[in-house]
Nanobody
Framework: QVQLSESGGGQVQAGGSLRLSCTATGRVYSTYVISWFRQAPGKERSFVAA????????TYSPSVKGRFTITAGNAKNTVDLEMNSLNNENTARYYC???????????????????WGRGTQVTVSS
């Protein structure tokens, strides 16, 4: 099982951009899916985006599609989330999650994942 570590969070003004990175330590097989979720204070954890490791298929939440881009790099075992046109609603703690068999789970459901990072905070100020 891989270990996940997020980085790149911080504070940004509305309309700005941030790039988050999730580093997976260990062997990431082609069947893996790695996803980003977020959780704002008082709210449930919600799906942001996912990418399958083998075919690089991407899935996005409708709320971020067109503004956020998820990418994966084999050499570094990283999954990046480029976030543009940020607004106050994007303020949350962002988590990286993984599952070893992405085809067997519902990507948007957090309880389906068995491997999580500790998260990185993103704060958008107006």
């Amino acid at each position: 099982q891989v270990q996940l570590s997020e980085s790149g969070g911080g504070q940004v003004q509305a309309g700005g951009s941030l790039r988050l990175s999730c580093t997976a330590t260990g062997r990431v097989y082609s069947t893996y899916v790695i996803s980003w979720f977020r959780q704002a204070p008082g709210k449930e954890r919600s799906f942001v985006a996912a990418i399958t490791w083998g075919q690089r298929r991407t899935t996005y939440s409708p709320s971020v599609k067109g503004r956020f881009t998820i990418t994966a790099g084999n050499a570094k075992n990283t999954v990046d989330l480029e976030m543009n046109s940020l607004n106050n609603e994007n303020t949350a703690r962002y988590y990286c999650a993984a599952h070893s068999d992405g085809d067997s789970i519902r990507l948007q459901v957090s309880s389906q994942y068995d491997n999580w990072g500790r998260g990185t905070q993103v704060t958008v100020s107006s």
